[in-house]
């Protein structure tokens, strides 16, 4: 199932409609969607806010895996078998996504807690157009 998500984001003083892909969302009750706070994504501007929505996400059994897209999302058939087998979500910016340093720091919890409750086979499904992937995992 694909979904959007609309977010506001604000660009250079002007406040844009943002559409998000986000796959596997009718399995997130908006209860879980409010706690993972991915809806907050857009406003972070810190390493530090980056790291903590992550942490949070993760702990409210919600993690994302974010993907800098462009205008239209880009479904891989293999994203849905993901998703399920590790109980995470891909989150794929359009054309509008937040600083790749942010994201890099934001997947780089979602990794590690990838790791430690699934060793590293992940690593061999991951899509490799996931920010950060490619650079240290």
Not at 61 to 75: E, K, R
Request: aromatic share 12%.
């Amino acid at each position: 199932m694909l979904v959007s998500i609309n977010v506001m984001a604000q660009t250079n003083h002007d406040i844009n409609e943002e559409f998000i892909a986000v796959r596997k969302i009718g399995t997130l009750t908006d209860d879980q969607l409010e706690s993972s706070r991915i809806n907050k994504i857009q406003q972070i501007k810190t390493i530090e806010e980056a790291k903590e929505l992550a942490l949070t996400a993760i702990k409210n059994n919600t993690p994302f895996l974010l993907i800098s897209g462009g205008v239209a999302p880009t479904i891989i058939s293999s994203d849905f078998e993901f998703e399920n087998k590790y109980n995470i979500y891909f989150y794929e910016f359009g054309c509008n996504p937040i600083r790749e340093d942010l994201m890099k720091i934001y997947n780089r919890e979602v990794f590690k807690y990838l790791t430690v409750q699934f060793g590293t086979n992940w690593k061999k499904e991951i899509r490799k157009d996931v920010v950060g992937f490619s650079e240290k995992y």
